[in-house]
Structure formats: structure tokens, C-alpha cells
């Protein structure tokens, strides 16, 4: 707690404390934490001296600013009909397989969660996944095997 | 004229102010268009979509609240494609809803269930989302139920939290399909900001925010025979209850309200009106205490502004936002809790009944008061100090299942003992109306003279502004008070929790020098309070305040301190104001709560 | 009848020029020679709604706000469209530059990139050009600052007034309109939004002049535009066409010889069928696109097809319009009755009708775009819906 806390001031220490600084803030607590715990909301309402009901409207409007707890790498694997056309499903059962956990789930050392993804903006070279922020296209479940092999050595 | 429009709706012209909307100029011409996001009280939100009419030259439809009114439109409210889209939408809205309307305690009360009868909708046109939908009921609150089966997402009650209240307890979560009205982290209701006010309530266009009813307990304990069933009425009941019984807003009913209780069962019919005498006994002297501590004792530990007390919204407003105040708070109770802490002792005591058989129950403009009724603090006669709050809109119901007709009901009086009471009480009910009150009375106190205002109307601190600022010069004072001779008595008055905001605000920043601030949770005060009847409208709130005022210039007494039976309880019980056994029953202390 | 032929062109990606000197040439030129130049060269948006650009930049520059700003949105979200990505990756200081020139013409100092959040990685290639591009301003005495803000999943956010509502740290909901963006969009402010794409277009107007942008294209959609071409394509990926094309002779270059349907500018978009692609013209007079091109073969399910784009808009929808939010539900939902004989065929019809009503009722393009492919699928695609 003390930590979030500390991160939150810094960020909004870089940010500012307005309404506009409340996306950059709650993007750099994702960076660095994965998820927005509601204590997190809470110092982040606090900080900017608003509502936290409108943090909490705010963060859940948005894909990307989890409010539920998240692995240290968060998988998203896009789901549009192209990437879905070159096989997008056999690479989120070779996710399943190899992280042991259904779309949606973390793994239970927390190190990944296994989500899907609307358009990633890669559908010329689907199937396609981000990594946290790092894209990975042109999939094959040996391709997928190998990146988080690659993931499970960090 | 440069300011104005003209536009043509359903073939008719019509002429309205820059800025106005279609659905405005469409009010002027008497032409109903069908709505369920807008609201008179809050700003645009165009998201339900029912009022969507045609706009020649333009291929979509437009939402007529949403839609500034510009020179040359040509605007068709009745056609084929809008009669279509209209029913459109609201069969969407019903099919995201749990339409179990014999079940719903706003049947018959719900303008969604208005417009599906006013379009004969029978069979559903599409698929009933509902059973996908996880609907969750949070009934965990003394003073509302937030049921989202119910919502249809018009955000009114969004809007009011933000924009009357500054207090966003609630906010819009997620989107797409799983968009939600939600607190903080979906808490329940009584575990966040929330001040139980009710603004959302009588907002809310169905039963998705409701009061919590206490219909059935407040009948068990009248059908009880052994139980003494008293009940007190606030202020502001009496100019509004008519309302939800077939009577135009602005009536009086004072006489019809006493006479109908009495028919109820209740065992004594007393009035809120007394406690609100006693409070400003209690309050005055406090505030002049106040002042002599602070300007005379220079005691630093004396907080001015002393604020008003009264209104458990506000109450719990500055519990949570700002707590450094607290001591700023008078400690006086409110008058349905100084009632309650005497009905218990005072009352059982003169009238020689076992107080654990005694109900009390209020009747209130107000939710929170219900949150209020339930507070540990207010213990202070050895039991619950009042059973059951509940609202105006509840009394009405109880009228209504009694059989009683309440046009033709002849007038009755209040009991006795604590249900005399005066002018100064009922203005209590309009903003504006404590501080009127207060004056009165701490005027006369401290130079034997009545306050210096016409008929005693102080109207500087009446009408609708959010803020008000007045200050009394107090001159020629009674030697007892000389310390405040000269002295320029600052007040303000602030209505509705932004308007207390921005107040605070003003205090904190050391850009106000008050000594007495009224706030009122409410807009326009207790007769815009979350337990008046349904609908609100500033129209509505300005006809029930007129009511209040035209109540109190036909009172008989209209200064607090001549009420004979607040002299009466100080002779006999009392003591006097801020004395031993005001200091246990009358007073308390709040504390600090969490600001999520 | 389309008249003109499939022709690629070169002018976004070309390194044909030095953008500092077209930049430092652009901003000497004077602000009513700029928008002529732009108004004449029939420019329209290329993000897919298509209004002139030349207009949107002359209406803000009239507006008497000392404070206005520019906005790129690069929240491209359409599915099938991944032009703006390679347009950042390859020449962001094109698209720096149409900024800066659009900045000079209304009168702003600030110019902000919305950048989707999924193009988290561009970020700091983007503000390594930014540095040299701010220099190179500086250089020329303007005073312009660009500022790079990131989107976080909300394909709403593209949406103009969503957008600012997302940049002024909010939900992404649609503002009503009017006011436009021209006179009240970030901050309250005049602003001009721009799709990446027709910034850059703007920049090269700059450069080589009305008349060569006019020699492209036709009456109604001048110029050529970035494709973002995938599904069943052995050559899937950006081009830069002409408009005016017919969709006949698109399949023939991009098709792998069974295409039997092309989704034409994304979910959001048409679907044409093979019997209409020979009378079929990309471009504003026919089937306008943002770019996302989907070409399917006779292998996929059209009904997959259409069930993946429904439930794209039921996730995201910002939920607040009734038709936008509960008719993607029902839209689902009734496809999916229809196709296990839950519900009759007929109830195809009742969908068909609503997807109507969601297109005049929405508050915003999402909502009335839905009706697109949803009409167009179902009605040339009906018995896949069914069998």
C-alpha cells in the first residue's frame, strides 16, 4: 500500500492533478502494477480530489485499465474475424494449453493472464496477440510456444 | 429580434430564445413529446433517445432535448418513422428490464411503464435480456434501494449525484452491455458517499432507486395492542403530501395531514413543528454562546462558522468531504431527533407511559432521515430515539390503503403535549427558513427587540439562489449581550450539496467570514427533499416554498421562543437552552467518514 | 458506371522529399493560399465519414477563440484498418507537419496525437521524431507544440467527440451535436480533428499542389487513398490506390480467385457481395471506406462473419444511447435465434427493422453504422443467417 501510494503521487506529481491527468495516471499505475486495485482508485480520487465512483466509471471504461487483478504479462489475443480467419483459434488453445488456464483466467503464479483482444490493427499479418505492449503476429501454436517460453524464463 | 429563433413544428411557427431546444419550443406550442433522460434540473444528456422526432433536410432523426433550436427548422414530432423509432426504444428499454410491474413499488408511478402503456405495447417485439443479465438489488442502505433490473441508464441519478450534489456516489461503469450505474467498486449504497439524500430517487424515471420502506413495520406497531404509536410530521410534509393524493402542488394541508394520521391509528399525532421551535431555542443560544466565546474569550477552540445541523444529508456531506469542519457543526440535533430523544423520556414521563412500549415514528420530506433515525448516536433516551422515518410519499401510500378520501377529509389539530408549535417552525421546510427562524429569535434575545424586517419576513435570506449571504446589524443590545453590540452578523445559506460545496469552499479558502451558515442537503430545501412526492421541478419546489411562507404568516405565534409549550418544556424538563438535559437529549457530535 | 481503373500511387510513404523543407515551405506560405489550396484539392477526411478537410480548417480558423487546437486522431479501432500504424511507423514527421500547417492556419499552438492504446509501441519512436520535429519548428520561428496522448482500449474513441471526452481524462461517450468540433471540440475549443492519413495528405497538398491531388480520383472523391487489405488476399497488407476504382477490378488485383464477398470499410462498413462488384465504385459516391478492406472466400461463413462484427459494437458501444446499446444485444441475440430455429425467419425482418431505427435514433456514427454490414449481410447473405 505504501508503494501505490508513492506511485500514484509520483504520477500525478508528472501528470498534474486535473480531470486530464486522471487517463495518463491511471495508464502509468497499469504500467507498473498491471491492474487498479480499489485501493489504488482510492488514492488516485484522492489525489485528484475527485469522486471515486467517477475513477472507478472511468478505469472500467476502458479495455486496457483492468480493475481486477492481472498477471505480470497480460496476453491479448485479437479476436476480429481476420486474425480469427488465420486461426486465431488454434493459438488461444495453445495459449490455454501451455499457460494452463482458460481465456479470461491468470495463471496461478500470477506471472500471465490469457485474455482476447477486439481489432489489434494487425489483421494483414493475423493471427496476431500484444504481449503487454509489445504486438506478436503471423501466429503458429509454435510460434506461441516459443514466445512464452521465452516469457517463462523472465 | 436578434435573440430569437424561428422554427416551424408540425406546421405550426413558433418563436423561442437562442439557445432553447426543439423539445422547448415544442412545450411552447403545447405539442407533447415523449421523454425519460431529460429532466428540468439537469443538464442534456440525449441518451434515451425517445424523443427523437424528424427534422426535414435531415436523413437521421434528432433527439428534440438535445437539439438547439435554429431559424428555419422545419420539425415533425407525429410521423410514421418517429412513431416507429419512439416504440423502438422503448421496447428496448423493456427488454432490458425487469418489467414485473405488479411487483414494483413504483407501479402505476413509473413514466417507463407511462410510455409502454401510452404506445399499447403487448406482446414484446424483441428478446427478454433479462435472465442474462446478472441484476443485482442493493437493499443494504436504511434509506434507498438501488435496484439494477429496474435502470434503464438514463443517468438522471448520475447527473443529480454530480451536478445538484457534488457527491458522484454514483457514477457510470463499464460500457457497451455491461455499461451500469455503479458506486465505487459496486459497494453498497451505505458503504460509500453516498448521503442518502434521495435527489436520485425522486429522479429516478422507474424503480431502480427507491426509498427503503418501513410501510409494514409502521402498520404492525399501529395493529399492536400493546404499543403507543406516536408520530411527528416535518415541515415541509404539510405543503406537499396533497401532491401524491390527487391535489395541486402548493397545497396546504396541515389540517387533512392530522386528521388523516389520526384515522391511521396512530395513538398520538404530534408535530416535528415543536422540536423545531426547540432546536432554535437550542441552536440560538448555542450560536450566541458561539459568538461570546470566540469574540469575547478569544477561545481557540470555538469554531465560527457554526453551521446548521438540521439536515442529515448535509450532515453526512461534510462527514465524508470535509471532516476538518466537523466542530463548525452545531451539536444541536435535528428536530426529528431532539423530538425523538424527548417522545422516549419527556413525553412517556407527562404522560406516564413505559417508553420501551412507545413507537415513534416520522413522518419526513427526507431519505436520509431514515439513515439519520438509525444512527448509534442517536440513542440518547435508552432506545431507538425514532423507530421508523418514513417519507411523505410513503404517508400517502398508508392514506391510500386506509380507504381514507383525502380531498373530502375534514381539518384536525396536532395533540398534545409537543404538537404546538409556530411560524418560525415551518419555514424550517424552505431554505432559508432555519437562519429566518434563528434570527427571530436571536435578534429578540439579545436586544429585547423584534428583528428589524417588515412583518417579520427576512426576505434576504428567502428564494432560490444556490448561495445567499445577509448579515443583521445588532444595535441597542440588552446589557447582558453587550460584546455584540455593533457586531455585523454574517450569514449565508447554501441549498442542494454543490452549492454547500462551493460554500465550503469559499470557507476553506478564507474568502468567506460568516458567522451562521444554513445548508440545506436539498435543492430548494426540505420541499425539494428526497421524500417529497414525484415529480420535482423548480416550478413545483418555488409553488410548495410559497406554501410554506403563506403557512407561517398565518400562524398565530411566529417567533419559536413564544411557543408555549417550548416554555413549558424548559419549566418542566429542560432547565434551560444548552442546560444538563438539553446537553444529554438535544445534543451531539458526528464523525469522520472515508471520502470513497 | 466506374471509369477508372485500379492505379497505385505513391504520395503518402514517398521519400521523395525532405519533410523539413516542405514543412518550412508550407509555413511560408500565407494562411488564405494554404486553404485555398486544401478546399481545392477536394480533400475529404479519410478516416471514413469524408468531410471536406479544406471546410473543417476553414470554419475553425473563423472562429475568434484565442485558445484552439489541433487534434490527430490516431485511434484507428475499425476492424480490418491498419493503415495509421504504418503511416506512424513510416512518416510521422508528414504527419507532425500537417499539423503544424493546420496549426498555422486557424491560429493553434498546441496539436495533440490520440494514439490507441494497442500502438503503445510506437510511443517512443514517435516522441524521438517529435524532439526533431519541434526543433525543426523552432528552426522556422513557429511556435507549435505537438503533445502525444494514449487511448486505452475503446474502439468509441475514435469517434471525434468521444475522443475529446477520452483526452479530457473521461468515459469516451459521444458529445450531442451540435456544437461541432469546430467551434467547441477539446476543452470546449475550436478544433480540428484529422485522421492521420489526411493530415499527411494535407502536408503533400502543400507540397505538390491542388491540381496534381485533383488529377486523382473522381468529382465526388479526389485523390487516392491508404487500403488496408486482408482476409482471404495472397497479398494482404497497405497499398495506396486511386479512388474511383470499381470493387471488380480490386478482387482481380487483391482476390485469390473466390472471393465471394468484400467487406467494404470494416464493421462499420458494406458488405458486396461478387454480383455487385463490377457496378460497385470505392469511393463517396459508391461505397466509401476508412480503408479496412475484407476480402472472403467462398469458404467463410458470412453469418461468422456478421456475428463477429455485431459483437464487436455490443462491446463497444459506450452504452449510453438506448438503440445503440440494447440493440447490438438484440441484434446478437436474434441472429443466433434465427440460426438455431429459435426464432422463425421472419424475425430477420423485425432485426432488419431495427437495425434501421438504429441507424436514424443513435446518438453517434457507432450506433447508425451498425445498420451497415447488418443490412447488408443479412439481405445478400440471408440463407446463411438461416441454414
Redo the contacts between chains.
Sequence with gaps: MPEIKELIKQLADKHGRTRESLLPILQGVITEERFISDAAMAEVARELDMSAALVYGTATFYSFLDTKPRGKYVIRVCKTITCDMKGKRQILQTLEDVLKVKAGETTKDNKFTLLEANCLGWCHKGPAMLINEEAYTELTPEKVSEIIGEYMKK | MANTVNLKIDGIDVSVEAGKTVLDAAKELNIHIPTLCHHEDLCVAGNCRVCVVEQEGVKNLVASCAMPAQEGMVIHTNTHKVRNARKHVVELLLSEHNADCTKCYKNTKCELQDLASEMVISEPMFMDLVPEKNYTIDNFSPSIIKDDSKCIRCQRCVRTCHELQHVSALGVAYKGNEMKISTFFENPMYDVVCTNCGQCVIRCPTGALIEKTYLDEVWDAIYDPNKHVIVQTAPATRIALGEDLGMEAGSIVTGKMAASLRRLGFDSVLDTDFSADLTIMEEGTELLTRLKRALVDKDPTVKVPMFTSCSPGWIKFIEHMYPEYLDNLSTCKSPQQMFGALAKTYYAEKRGIDPSTIVSVSIMPCTAKKFEAARPEMRDSGFQDVDYGITTRELAVMIKQAGIDFGSIPDEKFDSIMGKSTGAAVIFGATGGVMEAALRTAYEIVTGREVPFENLNITAVRGMEGVREASVKIENVLPAWSFLEGVELKTAVAHGLTNAHQIMDAIKKGEANYHFVEVMGCPGGCVGGGGQPIPTTPEIRQKRTDAIYREDEGMEIRKSHENPEVQQIYKEFLGEPLGHKSHELLHTHYTKRKRV | MPDKKLKRVDLIFSDDCNCKDVLAAGLKKSNEEILKEILDSGLRGRGGAGFPTGLKWKFTSQEASEEKYVVCNAD???????K??EILTRVPMKVFGGMAICGKVIGAKHGYVYL??????LRADLEKVLEEFHANIKAEGFDFQIHI????????CGEESALFE????????PR?K?PYPTIAGFRSKPTVINNVETLVYAFMITRIGADKFQELGTADSRGSKVF?????TPI???YELELGMSLEDFVEEFGDGDTKAVQVGGASGFCVPRKKFKDTIIGFEGVPTGG?M?LFNSS?SMY??LK??VQ????????????C??????LI??IE?VKKGE?SITYLN?LQ??AD?M?????CGLG?SVANSFSSIVDNFKEEMIY
Design positions: 484507428e479501432g475499425e476492424p480490418g484498418t491498419f495509421d500504424r490507441r492504446g494497442e500502438y503503445q509501441f496522448l494514449m487511448g486505452s482500449g475503446a474502439y468509441i477520452s483526452m479530457e481524462g473521461k468515459r469516451g461517450e450531442n451540435p488496408s487489405i486482408s482476409g482471404d494482404a497488407g497497405i479496412s475484407m467463410r461468422n462473419v463477429n462484427y464487436f459494437f455490443e462491446e463497444e458501444s459506450c452504452g449510453q444511447c438506448t438503440p446499446r440494447v440493440g447490438c444485444q438484440q441475440k436474434g435465434a426464432k423485425t427493422k431495427l431505427t441507424k436514424v435514433t443513435s446518438k447508425q
